[in-house]
Structure formats: structure tokens, C-alpha cells
């Protein structure tokens, strides 16, 4: 895909009126985590792995989003989201069952564990996930397709776009304090945002994005 933001990174604000000090922390707490787990075992960490990049593939071109362990450490801290849907067990059982389930339905299916299976198997598994076809006594009763939108997809997504790698990939400049925005209308941005490439003109777009701060 082409680079909507070319010459943009968001790292850029760091030292910058758009960035505060507990910004900054926060940002380079997260630029910091380890790709490795403190929460699943080995086995679930596989699995976890394995389901991130199917639901976000990444480019080759770039250092990854450690999605995995932004979901892991998430566990691990228990950061609840202040809800939970009626079906589905807390946070950490949930997905440590439903793991567990994927895992079962790939063995049952395949004969072997999730993370072994060909990408085109993965999607499947996935889809059927997805479409509420997965059940059986590793799900313990908790629906597969709910367990599929309001755990698997709301937190591997909710990882990837807390990073600041996805941020300078979509054009955000991070949490606007102090310095805030004034340009509120479509269409306008103001001078410290990302500005978007449009066929033909990515270079002026480029020069653009280089000066951002």
C-alpha cells in the first residue's frame, strides 16, 4: 500500500509544545515493551502470535507493532475496560479459553496447533470463529463470534493503534496536550498535523510532512 503520510513520524513531537512530559512517559513506556510474554504461557503466546497477524497483517517495510505483547501486558496489568458483555467470563479467563478453543478447533480439524496451520487455514478458523460456528466443551459455554468481536478483534486493534508506529501510519499526532487544535472543520488541518499525499503530489506532501512537530 502507498504511504498516505509520507516523510511523517509522529516521534517527531516528542521534544515539541504538541508533546507534555507525562506524554512523553507514556510513549516511551511503550516504545520500550519487550516482545515476549509475562502473562500467557508458551503454548497461549504461539497462538496469540499467530491470531495477530492474521487480523493485522503488516508491512514488511518497517519495524512491527509488538500487538501481541500490547495485548499481553494489557493481561497482565489486568486494564479492564470498565464493562464486560453478559456471555463472556473476565478479561484474562476469556482469553485464555478462547485460545485454548482455536487451539482445540485446529488440532480437531487439522491435526495440529493454530500457529501450524497455513495462513489459509488460520482465516478459516477465524471466519468460523467469527460466524459463531466454533463451540464444543473448550469454549466452556462462552460464544465463539462474542468472544471474536469483543475480545480477539477489540484488543489485537486496540494494541496495534495505541503504538505510535500505527499513529505516524494513519497521519494522528498523538495525545493533543497541551498544544491542542484549532482547525476543527473538514478538511483543514492545521500546521503540526500530518499532511496527506493525493496522487501526484506525495513529494509535496513529503517536504510538508518533514517540518511537522
Given at each position: 500500500?502507498?504511504?498516505?503520510?509520507?516523510?511523517?513520524?509522529?516521534?517527531?513531537?516528542?521534544?515539541?509544545?504538541?508533546?507534555?512530559?507525562?506524554?512523553?512517559?507514556?510513549?516511551?513506556?511503550?516504545?520500550?515493551?519487550?516482545?515476549?510474554?509475562?502473562?500467557?504461557?508458551?503454548?497461549?503466546?504461539?497462538?496469540?502470535?499467530?491470531?495477530?497477524?492474521?487480523?493485522?497483517?503488516?508491512?514488511?517495510?518497517?519495524?512491527?507493532?509488538?500487538?501481541?505483547?500490547?495485548?499481553?501486558?494489557?493481561?497482565?496489568?489486568?486494564?479492564?475496560?470498565?464493562?464486560?458483555?453478559?456471555?463472556?467470563?473476565?478479561?484474562?479467563?476469556?482469553?485464555?479459553?478462547?485460545?485454548?478453543?482455536?487451539?482445540?478447533?485446529?488440532?480437531?480439524?487439522?491435526?495440529?496447533?493454530?500457529?501450524?496451520?497455513?495462513?489459509?487455514?488460520?482465516?478459516?478458523?477465524?471466519?468460523?470463529?467469527?460466524?459463531?460456528?466454533?463451540?464444543?466443551?473448550?469454549?466452556?459455554?462462552?460464544?465463539?463470534?462474542?468472544?471474536?468481536?469483543?475480545?480477539?478483534?477489540?484488543?489485537?486493534?486496540?494494541?496495534?493503534?495505541?503504538?505510535?508506529?500505527?499513529?505516524?501510519?494513519?497521519?494522528?499526532?498523538?495525545?493533543?496536550?497541551?498544544?491542542?487544535?484549532?482547525?476543527?472543520?473538514?478538511?483543514?488541518?492545521?500546521?503540526?498535523?500530518?499532511?496527506?499525499a493525493t496522487p501526484g503530489r506525495e513529494a509535496q506532501a513529503c517536504k510538508a510532512n518533514e517540518h511537522v512537530g
Amino acid at each position: 500500500m502507498p504511504d498516505r503520510y509520507p516523510g511523517y513520524s509522529v516521534l517527531a513531537k516528542r521534544d515539541t509544545p504538541s508533546w507534555n512530559e507525562a506524554t512523553r512517559q507514556v510513549v516511551d513506556a511503550r516504545l520500550a515493551i519487550a516482545d515476549e510474554p509475562h502473562f500467557f504461557n508458551p503454548q497461549e503466546w504461539q497462538t496469540l502470535r499467530a491470531v495477530c497477524d492474521r487480523i493485522v497483517p503488516q508491512p514488511s517495510n518497517r519495524p512491527e507493532v509488538p500487538i501481541a505483547a500490547l495485548v499481553d501486558r494489557k493481561l497482565a496489568d489486568d486494564e479492564r475496560d470498565g464493562y464486560r458483555t453478559s456471555s463472556l467470563p473476565k478479561m484474562q479467563q476469556a482469553w485464555q479459553q478462547g485460545l485454548a478453543a482455536l487451539d482445540a478447533a485446529a488440532n480437531s480439524r487439522h491435526g495440529t496447533r493454530y500457529h501450524a496451520l497455513s495462513g489459509m487455514q488460520q482465516d478459516s478458523l477465524l471466519t468460523a470463529m467469527q460466524h459463531g460456528e466454533l463451540n464444543g466443551p473448550e469454549w466452556h459455554g462462552m460464544p465463539s463470534a462474542t468472544f471474536f468481536t469483543e475480545r480477539l478483534v477489540h484488543d489485537t486493534l486496540a494494541a496495534y493503534y495505541s503504538h505510535p508506529t500505527a499513529w505516524s501510519e494513519i497521519g494522528f499526532g498523538g495525545p493533543a496536550s497541551p498544544r491542542g487544535y484549532v482547525r476543527m472543520y473538514f478538511n483543514r488541518r492545521d500546521p503540526w498535523e500530518a499532511a496527506e499525499a493525493t496522487p501526484g503530489r506525495e513529494a509535496q506532501a513529503c517536504k510538508a510532512n518533514e517540518h511537522v512537530g
